[in-house]
């Protein structure tokens, strides 16, 4: 069976460097919020070009967190609107709801899967206080647009870069595209930890240090708190395994490149639909979704020739028993692409054997 994702591969690959990692934290005595929690901070502001990172201790959090924030400083509060794609994975959403905020959705192309620009400003209202674009699959949304609705109508933006560790737009990266942005290092993203993990970059100073408060109980300064809190922080033993893979980050992605080319250039079949990359290095493919419509039978037939392959995602956040005031909402082309896509394997670790295998197969799909 080709996995969709052999997680234990791509870890084992640095396998000598994160037990060295390992050994380092357990020998310093320091085992939250230490030198490799400050040393990972630096290092992962530097690599987004942002003044300031934030470790927190998941990517739903770091979210959260920045909404959390801009209510202390009070830049939006309870029942304000935010914009968000009505595609996205479902904690772009909750990060909204749980800060007593109002998600908006807002349909995405249905080629790029991204939030789209053309229909947001038919959903400010006097009280939308911020967009939030989510770079799903790993590809950057198109932030030159987005930035210019939200400096129209005064509003904050937030990028969700849970899966766009690394993509530029333009000349910047995910993470210095917007006013803040929430990263998660869940083992299976493009960084990934060897457990939760996530983290918040930004340029803004101010906001920087609410959210460093905000996520040690509200506490600038020991036994001083400032907010009421939560505890929600990056672990010492993961910012140092999160240290070593940042430096194969660029690597992991040129990889990731590559099969995608591949993908792209090979599969030559009118029953599927591959997806549109606006340019290079704005993706880096943490996710390769063709669409279809017969989907089910297509995963299927995958599956009886060992090619394993995910469904992200089947049903969307207005379906969920979650979101009940939304089920009889309706948002047809969020439908159409949960009930199109197949994500293919893809990896760091995929050998071109593997990849060609998957073109051939899909190739002969009828
Ligand atoms: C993974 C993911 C998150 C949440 O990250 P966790 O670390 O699992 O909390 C948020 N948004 C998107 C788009 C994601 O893919």
Same mark, same amino acid.
């Given at each position: !069976?080709?996995?969709? #994702?052999?997680?234990?591969?791509?870890?084992?690959? /640095?396998?000598?460097? @994160?037990?060295?990692?390992?050994?380092? +934290?357990?020998?310093?005595?320091?085992?939250?919020?230490?030198?490799?929690?400050?040393?990972?901070?630096?290092?992962?502001?530097?690599?987004?070009?942002?003044?300031?990172?934030?470790? $927190? *201790?998941?990517?739903?959090?770091?979210?959260?967190? +920045?909404?959390?924030? %801009?209510?202390? !400083?009070?830049?939006?509060?309870?029942?304000?609107? $935010?914009?968000?794609?009505?595609?996205?994975?479902?904690?772009?959403? #909750?990060?909204?709801?749980?800060?007593?905020? +109002?998600?908006?959705?807002?349909?995405?192309?249905?080629?790029?899967?991204?939030?789209? =620009?053309?229909?947001?400003?038919?959903?400010?209202?006097?009280?939308?206080?911020?967009? @939030?674009?989510?770079?799903?699959?790993?590809?950057?949304?198109? !932030?030159?647009?987005?930035?210019?609705?939200?400096?129209?109508?005064?509003?904050?933006?937030?990028?969700?870069?849970?899966?766009?560790?690394?993509? %530029?737009?333009?000349?910047?990266?995910?993470?210095?595209?917007?006013?803040?942005?929430?990263?998660?290092?869940? =083992?299976?993203?493009?960084?990934?930890?060897?457990?939760?993990?996530?983290?918040?970059?930004?340029?803004?100073?101010?906001? *920087?240090?609410?959210?460093?408060?905000?996520?040690?109980?509200?506490?600038?300064?020991? %036994?001083?708190?400032? %907010?009421?809190?939560?505890?929600?922080? #990056?672990?010492?033993?993961?910012?140092? !395994?999160?240290? $070593?893979?940042?430096?194969?980050?660029?690597?992991?992605?040129?990889? &990731? &490149?590559?099969?995608?080319?591949?993908?792209?250039?090979?599969?030559?079949?009118?029953?599927?639909?591959?997806?549109?990359?606006?340019?290079?290095?704005?993706?880096?493919?943490?996710?390769?979704?063709?669409?279809?419509?017969?989907?089910?039978?297509?995963?299927? /037939?995958?599956?009886?020739?060992?090619?394993?392959?995910?469904?992200?995602?089947? #049903?969307?956040?207005?379906?969920?028993?979650?979101?009940?005031?939304?089920?009889?909402?309706?948002?047809?082309?969020?439908?159409?692409?949960?009930?199109? $896509?197949?994500?293919?394997?893809?990896?760091?670790?995929?050998?071109?054997?593997?990849?060609?295998?998957?073109?051939?197969?899909?190739?002969?799909?009828?």
């Amino acid at each position: !069976m080709i996995p969709f #994702l052999d997680l234990k591969g791509i870890n084992t690959q /640095y396998r000598a460097a @994160l037990i060295e990692a390992c050994t380092r +934290v357990i020998d310093s005595g320091w085992y939250i919020q230490g030198n490799e929690h400050k040393e990972f901070e630096k290092e992962f502001a530097a690599y987004c070009g942002t003044k300031y990172a934030i470790g $927190v *201790a998941n990517g739903l959090d770091a979210l959260i967190l +920045v909404l959390r924030a %801009y209510k202390e !400083m009070g830049v939006m509060s309870d029942g304000d609107e $935010v914009i968000v794609p009505s595609n996205t994975y479902i904690a772009s959403i #909750l990060a909204i709801s749980q800060n007593n905020l +109002v998600p908006i959705l807002v349909e995405p192309d249905i080629n790029t899967f991204l939030l789209d =620009p053309a229909k947001i400003e038919e959903k400010i209202t006097s009280k939308t206080k911020a967009i @939030l674009p989510v770079h799903l699959y790993g590809q950057t949304c198109e !932030m030159s647009k987005i930035n210019a609705i939200a400096k129209k109508h005064n509003l904050k933006v937030i990028e969700d870069s849970a899966q766009s560790h690394g993509a %530029y737009f333009e000349d910047k990266r995910s993470g210095n595209l917007g006013d803040a942005s929430g990263f998660s290092f869940y =083992p299976g993203k493009n960084l990934g930890a060897l457990g939760d993990g996530g983290a918040v970059t930004t340029n803004d100073e101010e906001l *920087a240090s609410a959210i460093k408060a905000l996520g040690n109980y509200g506490s600038h300064k020991k %036994y001083e708190n400032l %907010y009421k809190g939560i505890n929600s922080r #990056l672990d010492e033993m993961q910012a140092a !395994m999160l240290r $070593v893979k940042l430096r194969y980050l660029d690597n992991e992605v040129e990889k &990731r &490149r590559g099969i995608a080319n591949y993908y792209l250039q090979n599969i030559k079949n009118d029953k599927l639909i591959l997806p549109t990359l606006r340019a290079e290095d704005n993706h880096v493919w943490h996710l390769f979704a063709i669409r279809t419509n017969k989907r089910d039978e297509l995963q299927k /037939y995958l599956q009886e020739n060992d090619i394993q392959t995910l469904i992200h995602y089947p #049903l969307p956040p207005h379906k969920q028993n979650a979101y009940k005031e939304w089920n009889n909402d309706s948002y047809p082309i969020s439908g159409q692409i949960h009930n199109e $896509v197949l994500s293919l394997p893809i990896s760091g670790v995929q050998s071109l054997e593997d990849t060609m295998q998957i073109v051939k197969v899909l190739n002969e799909y009828k």
